[in-house]
């Protein structure tokens, strides 16, 4: 089992959508430890609402390639479309950011996701969250990362959020 870090944006629809993922990660790999869940304004594009944004972890023994299959299955499954640009408002965007201490590209994957030490959105969550797990390839842990992260026109801030997971019957 490997210990699986994953991000999450919506900017359409964000609690529905949110939602929808925080479900179907749990009916599919069971419990999930999960950030609280931030506002940000969009990163690399001005025409868009703002993103809620939220980093999850769990444990799979999934193969990246397997992973990452099922995340974009559930972005289309959510209304994401394929040929949608890279920086346009999305339903729900999910990116592997780290898988075990996996390092490199494995099934088209690189891991660990650079946005990790790119964009608060991404760091400041999974700081929260994992904060002395080590980044796999830079060797702090994040909570050093976040204290070392200068970026002050990425804002974002905490929003009021609540998320019970399924029953399970």
Same mark, same amino acid.
């Given at each position: 089992?490997?210990?699986?870090?994953?991000?999450?944006?919506?900017?359409?629809?964000?609690?529905?959508?949110?939602?929808?993922? +925080? =479900?179907?990660?749990?009916? @599919?790999? $069971?419990? %999930?430890?999960?950030?609280?869940?931030?506002?940000?304004? /969009?990163? #690399?594009?001005?025409?868009?609402?703002?993103?809620?944004?939220?980093?999850?972890?769990?444990?799979?023994?999934?193969?990246?390639?397997?992973?990452?299959?099922?995340?974009?299955?559930?972005?289309?499954?959510?209304?994401?479309?394929?040929?949608?640009?890279?920086?346009?408002?999305?339903? +729900? =965007?999910?990116?592997?950011? @780290?898988? $075990?201490? %996996?390092?490199?590209?494995?099934?088209?994957?690189?891991? /660990?996701? #650079?946005?990790?030490?790119?964009?608060?959105?991404?760091?400041?969550?999974?700081?929260?969250?994992?904060?002395?797990?080590?980044?796999?390839?830079?060797?702090?842990?994040?909570?050093?990362?976040?204290?070392?992260?200068?970026?002050?026109?990425?804002?974002?801030?905490?929003?009021?959020?609540?998320?019970?997971?399924?029953?399970?019957?």
């Amino acid at each position: 089992m490997a210990l699986v870090s994953a991000s999450i944006g919506s900017n359409i629809d964000r609690e529905r959508h949110v939602r929808a993922c +925080l =479900d179907a990660l749990t009916g @599919t790999f $069971g419990s %999930l430890a999960v950030s609280r869940v931030f506002e940000s304004e /969009p990163v #690399g594009f001005e025409d868009g609402r703002n993103f809620f944004n939220l980093v999850v972890a769990f444990e799979s023994e999934w193969s990246v390639g397997e992973l990452q299959a099922w995340c974009k299955r559930l972005e289309f499954a959510n209304g994401r479309r394929k040929e949608s640009p890279k920086f346009s408002p999305r339903t +729900l =965007d999910i990116d592997l950011l @780290t898988v $075990g201490d %996996l390092v490199g590209d494995h099934d088209g994957v690189e891991l /660990p996701r #650079g946005e990790i030490l790119q964009h608060a959105f991404v760091l400041q969550p999974l700081a929260e969250l994992l904060p002395e797990a080590r980044h796999p390839r830079d060797g702090r842990t994040y909570h050093e990362l976040w204290n070392a992260f200068d970026a002050p026109d990425q804002r974002l801030w905490p929003v009021g959020f609540s998320w019970q997971p399924p029953t399970v019957r």
